[in-house]
């Protein structure tokens, strides 16, 4: 079983609409959550964090479940530019490291 | 401009032929480590390093090796390069700390035949 496991997609959505991704999780004592964005084979970057709380910004809402060690990231009003790979990444407790989903691609399209 | 700049960004080369692909950060970040992303795989942790003079193994680091010899670089070296680590490479750094974001480079293309 991998430790991080998402849905690879793709998901090809109209303009505006409400987009859900999922992710779950292995290691029962990590620490930190992350959706990182990733754009056509370039570097990702940090899309937002994830809280046990849950958080927002703006369009997107994040939540986490511990008790079933499942992330999500809600995508509302989807542009053109969200196009991209979305990748759940887990920081599992060990320092540092970061271990990675394989992302979930989305084309949204007009 | 705060960033992670890798070099080369495109790079063939032959089976064996020893390279080295370098990574800088200006962010004065402890933590630096280096990934390959490979389709369907997601990326992969090779090697990492908490500080100066302070390397560690990640989940792949075999044919490759790394130094830590100024907090800025992180080098990665394929001391005989095969096929299979063709791939997509990225640099990462961050401060030390679990919440802590990790900012990466560019990427480098690395092709083996």
């Known amino acids: 079983r991998k430790e991080v496991e998402q849905d690879p997609g793709p998901f090809n959505v109209p303009e505006g609409a409400t987009v859900a991704f999922n992710c779950t999780y292995s290691?029962?004592?990590?620490?930190?959550f992350f959706w990182y964005r990733q754009d056509c084979r370039k570097e990702p970057k940090l899309l937002m964090s994830?809280?046990?709380s849950g958080n927002e910004d703006g369009r997107f809402t994040a939540q986490l479940n511990r008790a079933s060690q499942y992330i999500s990231l809600l995508i509302r009003d989807s542009k053109l530019s969200d196009s991209a790979t979305y990748l759940c990444?887990?920081?599992?407790?060990?320092?540092?490291?970061?271990?990675f989903g394989a992302g979930t691609i989305l084309r949204v399209k007009s | 401009e705060a960033q992670v700049t890798q070099n080369p960004r495109y790079l063939i080369t032959v089976t064996g032929k020893k390279l080295t692909v370098t990574c800088s950060q200006n962010?004065?970040?402890?933590?630096m480590s280096w990934y390959r992303q490979d389709p369907g795989l997601g990326l992969r942790q090779i090697y990492y390093?908490?500080?100066?003079?302070?390397?560690d193994k990640g989940d792949v680091p075999e044919g490759y090796k790394v130094s830590r010899k100024e907090k800025r670089n992180f080098p990665l070296i394929l001391e005989s390069p095969s096929p299979n680590q063709t791939s997509l490479y990225f640099c990462?750094?961050?401060?030390?700390?679990?919440?802590?974001?990790?900012?990466f480079g560019q990427g480098t293309r690395l092709t083996v035949v």
């Open positions: 994830v809280y046990s």
């Open positions: 962010m004065n970040h402890e933590y």
């Open positions: 990462a750094s961050s401060y030390r700390g679990r919440g802590t974001e990790a900012f």
């Open positions: 290691n029962s004592a990590s620490q930190s």
């Open positions: 390093s908490m500080n100066v003079e302070v390397t």
């Open positions: 990444v887990v920081n599992m407790g060990y320092g540092n490291k970061l271990v």
